[in-house]
């Protein structure tokens, strides 16, 4: 998941934040919370150690339980504490990896490469807020490197069993349940600790307390997954076929492992490697018992913990169908929860929306790793950006009054209705093109797509779950995909990024290593035509199963249904709705040879929208 670059790089970027006091430093302090925990510990005087837990799994073969290094700071008191964990694969930086190079199925080089990572930290300094902000308050903030990484054993497996294993080890050493050691091997017991421990983390440190909760450990309280994965086949792979995160086009599982292998002896880890590249299957795209290891909603039904789910909805990387499935599972198994959903990208919300961040996590950790009745469980459990800067709470989620709408796709544009007869349109596919380039003019005839619209939309629509589309079609050349995208129409101030401003804010106390300073952002908006919603592909070779390749016969029609990724969305009056197919997309799925023809039958052809 180089959602792993990104991640490491910003916490690389935090860490640099932390290090530096700008003299033009303002101070926000986060809003009081009624009858929690209150900052009276001398951050400066915590107890900072580390220790090395050991596993029930020995991933590098070497005939020993490989150990995990914990680093934990503290406050000092004599009374027992609770644990914020983040594990992470990032702690050392990244090796520089290339990519797959067979993106350009024709024999091109589409190569590209991790940039590599940081220097690896050997003192015991914590990036990021959460040392500064709760150790004050009375909790143990813990990083541990994950398995394969830093100054751990055994192997990493982009999300393997042998990864949720390691880190679920700390959760029990936290319990009294795993052994754990110093630094010269003698044995070290976390009596210190209450054992309740909640996990939290952004990309794959927010996929690590997924995967821990999903085996029902005890003593896992609540888990906080930012933009986290929940099923490594829906990063990696889309309805059998083989797809990219955005940005990052011939990544897969075994280049990422690759990437985090900066444990000590890595060439241990060799064997693990080429299995990794053989198993993860770049030619099929199938799901298979390598993918199933690695889908964590299979297990929902264990989960113990609550969640606090948040994701960005212009996450183009951990794409927002982790969040939805995820949150669907859980909701099937009345896991107390709550979802924040905002307008940015790839990041943490502390980037977004500070001090309400820092407030609802206060308040979320104090419920249920201190028993502290906030009332947070009794708010609205939903929180929506559906506008930069513009908030709506909801009881549920999806929103209440969401209903299955069904459009179909006519050739007058989008329909209430099947007609007949069942017309058949056709396009061909061009790969050179972008999904934003074909997308772009609503009213253009393009040969390289087809495309239906709704009438203008007389008020506002929010779209808020996960569309699917159903097509009647038939394909002839090489391209075996067909990707649907969901088009806002209309002009409109959206989103466009976030920038940095000249000045931080202090979070909490620090240290001159580590301040408890981090950079103000802010919002970057465009006012553009028309917004890409979301997306979603199939290999059309996987029509009847995601594990199941099955040939098409050229010209013959078959029928294709596939999700688009979760979305929560609002359509302005006097915008339209516009659904694009496509085959190619440039960005995310391999790139055949130009020319196959796709073609459409309308009338029965439809996409369903959660609509309200």
């Known amino acids: 998941m180089r959602t792993v670059r990104s991640?490491?790089?910003t916490l690389a970027a935090v860490t640099t934040a932390a290090l530096t006091v700008l003299a033009t430093a303002a101070v926000a302090q986060a809003a009081?919370?009624?009858?929690?925990?209150?900052?009276?510990?001398?951050?400066?005087?915590?107890?900072?150690?580390?220790?090395?837990?050991?596993?029930?799994?020995?991933?590098?073969f070497d005939g020993k339980p490989d150990r995990v290094a914990v680093r934990i700071i503290r406050p000092r008191t004599e009374t027992?504490?609770?644990?914020?964990?983040?594990?992470?694969?990032?702690?050392?930086?990244?090796?520089?990896?290339?990519?797959?190079?067979?993106?350009?199925?024709?024999?091109?080089?589409?190569?590209?490469?991790?940039?590599?990572?940081?220097?690896?930290?050997?003192?015991?300094?914590?990036?990021?807020?959460?040392?500064?902000?709760?150790?004050?308050?009375?909790?143990?903030?813990?990083?541990?490197?994950?398995?394969?990484?830093?100054?751990?054993?055994?192997?990493?497996?982009?999300?393997?069993?042998?990864?949720?294993?390691?880190?679920?080890?700390?959760?029990?050493?936290?319990?009294?349940?795993?052994?754990?050691?110093?630094?010269?091997?003698?044995?070290?017991?976390?009596?210190?600790?209450?054992?309740?421990?909640?996990?939290?983390?952004?990309?794959?440190?927010?996929?690590?307390?997924?995967?821990?909760?999903?085996?029902?450990?005890?003593?896992?309280?609540?888990?906080?997954?930012?933009?986290?994965?929940?099923?490594?086949?829906?990063?990696?792979?889309?309805?059998?076929?083989v797809v990219a995160p955005g940005g990052y086009q011939g990544e897969d599982t075994d280049v990422l492992a690759k990437a985090v292998l900066t444990r000590d002896n890595p060439e241990v880890c060799a064997e693990v490697m080429a299995d990794l590249e053989q198993d993860q299957d770049r030619v099929t795209g199938d799901y298979s018992r390598y993918w199933a290891e690695r889908d964590y909603v299979r297990d929902a039904g264990k989960v113990r913990s609550s969640v606090l789910l948040v994701h960005g909805l212009h996450d183009d990387n951990?794409?927002?169908?982790?969040?939805?499935?995820?949150?669907?599972?859980?909701?099937?198994?009345?896991?107390?929860?709550?979802?924040?959903?905002?307008?940015?990208?790839?990041?943490?919300?502390?980037?977004?929306?500070?001090?309400?961040?820092?407030?609802?996590?206060?308040?979320?950790?104090d419920q249920w790793l201190y028993k502290i009745d906030t009332g947070i469980m009794q708010e609205p459990m939903a929180d929506v950006e559906v506008a930069p800067t513009v908030w709506r709470t909801s009881t549920t989620w999806p929103v209440p009054g969401t209903e299955a709408t069904s459009m179909f796709l006519g050739k007058s544009g989008l329909q209430p209705r099947p007609s007949w007869p069942f017309e058949r349109q056709s396009f061909v596919d061009d790969p050179s093109q972008t999904a934003e380039e074909l997308a772009d003019n609503e009213l253009s005839t393009d040969p390289n797509r087809l495309a239906w619209l709704s009438a203008p939309l007389t008020r506002e629509t929010r779209l808020?779950?996960?569309?699917?589309?159903?097509?009647?079609?038939?394909?002839?050349?090489?391209?075996?995909?067909?990707?649907?995208?969901?088009?806002?129409?209309?002009?409109?101030?959206?989103?466009?990024?976030?920038?940095?401003?000249?000045?931080?804010?202090?979070?909490?106390?620090?240290?001159?290593?580590?301040?408890?300073?981090?950079?103000?952002?802010?919002?970057?908006?465009?006012?553009?035509?028309?917004?890409?919603?979301?997306?979603?592909?199939?290999?059309?070779?996987?029509?009847?199963?995601?594990?199941?390749?099955?040939?098409?016969?050229?010209?013959?029609?078959?029928?294709?249904?596939?999700?688009?990724?979760?979305?929560?969305?609002?359509?302005?009056?006097?915008?339209?709705?516009?659904?694009?197919l496509i085959s190619t997309e440039r960005d995310h799925t391999l790139r055949?040879?130009?020319g196959t023809e796709v073609g459409v039958r309308l009338g029965i052809s439809r996409v369903v929208l959660p609509l309200s």
């Not at 150790?135 to 398995?147: C, K, N, T």
């Not at 997954?225 to 792979?237: E, F, K, Q, V």
């Open 32 to 60: 009081p919370v009624a009858a929690g925990t209150e900052p009276v510990h001398d951050y400066s005087q915590a107890v900072r150690e580390q220790v090395w837990v050991q596993t029930q799994v020995d991933s590098d």
């Open 464 to 580: 808020s779950g996960t569309p699917k589309i159903t097509v009647r079609a038939d394909l002839a050349g090489k391209s075996p995909y067909l990707t649907a995208l969901l088009v806002d129409y209309g002009v409109a101030d959206r989103y466009a990024g976030l920038r940095s401003l000249p000045v931080q804010d202090c979070v909490g106390p620090g240290i001159p290593e580590d301040p408890g300073c981090f950079t103000r952002r802010e919002y970057v908006t465009a006012q553009t035509p028309s917004e890409i919603v979301t997306r979603g592909w199939i290999d059309a070779r996987n029509r009847m199963s995601a594990a199941h390749t099955s040939p098409i016969k050229a010209g013959k029609a078959y029928t294709f249904t596939w999700d688009l990724q979760t979305e929560d969305h609002v359509f302005a009056p006097g915008h339209r709705i516009g659904v694009v």
């Open 318 to 365: 951990v794409r927002t169908i982790q969040a939805g499935q995820w949150w669907d599972a859980l909701a099937k198994n009345n896991v107390p929860r709550k979802i924040w959903l905002h307008q940015a990208g790839h990041t943490d919300p502390f980037n977004v929306r500070r001090t309400e961040w820092l407030t609802t996590l206060h308040r979320w950790f």
């Open 7 to 9: 991640v490491a790089h």
């Open 592 to 594: 055949y040879p130009a």
């Open 80 to 241: 027992k504490v609770p644990v914020i964990f983040q594990a992470s694969p990032y702690y050392a930086g990244l090796n520089d990896v290339p990519n797959h190079d067979d993106i350009d199925r024709d024999g091109s080089d589409a190569r590209r490469s991790a940039a590599p990572g940081a220097d690896r930290a050997e003192s015991i300094v914590f990036s990021g807020y959460l040392d500064n902000y709760f150790v004050p308050r009375g909790y143990a903030v813990v990083f541990a490197d994950s398995l394969g990484s830093g100054g751990s054993d055994g192997c990493p497996t982009s999300g393997g069993r042998n990864e949720t294993l390691g880190m679920k080890a700390v959760v029990d050493w936290f319990n009294g349940r795993a052994p754990g050691f110093d630094a010269e091997g003698k044995p070290v017991r976390a009596d210190w600790s209450t054992g309740r421990t909640g996990m939290i983390g952004v990309s794959y440190n927010g996929t690590l307390p997924n995967a821990v909760a999903a085996t029902g450990v005890r003593g896992l309280e609540t888990i906080v997954p930012i933009a986290a994965i929940s099923s490594w086949y829906d990063y990696y792979r889309a309805n059998g076929g």
